[in-house]
């Protein structure tokens, strides 16, 4: 048995993207705690090569949102890349049926985590969508300097991603 280090897009994506029940079990308990909502159906809508994990997620209150993963190293380019998918999410939505679209960012720096309220007005100030309709949140892989009892749920969640066992079989 190896292991591997999720907080890479590939493996992320490898390991939570994968078209089968266990992996879309991990991916559903993985965004309970991130969202800090009851996920209760979760679609990837993006397989094959690019890195992004991208998904279709349902609440158990019957609402909707549209959802990217990323993991980078580079806050700056984590910057633009959150909001190049984010908006990507929201542009390939249907007018009629705009849900709420949300990235969730893993950086590999200290210190950094931060959510980000997206709002769109108008001249007279009115906002075109309702609050938390574009969102992102960044999550810091290396704030784990305390010991495991002391960690919440997000960063616990976070220390085993750098842990995951792989099987690899030979045949």
Known sequence: MRSANLLNDFAFKYVFGEDCKEANDALKSLLTVFLERKVVNVHVTNVGVDPILEAFVEFDDNTKMKLA??????????????????????????????????????????????????????????????????????????????????????????????LVPIRRTTT
Do not use: W
Not at 87 to 106: H, K, T, W
Not at 109 to 132: A, S, T, V, Y
């Open 69 to 162: 993963i990323l993991i980078d190293q580079n806050i700056i380019k984590l910057h633009r890349l959150s909001e190049y998918y984010l908006m990507r999410l929201f542009g390939s939505q249907e007018e009629y049926d705009l849900n709420p679209c949300q990235v969730i960012a893993f950086y590999d720096g200290k210190k950094c985590e931060f959510e980000i309220d997206l709002q769109f007005r108008n001249d007279n100030g009115i906002l075109f969508f309702p609050d938390g309709m574009l969102k992102i949140s960044v999550y810091s892989t290396q704030n784990l300097d305390k010991s495991y009892d002391q960690m919440n749920d997000k960063e616990k969640m976070v220390y085993y991603f750098k």
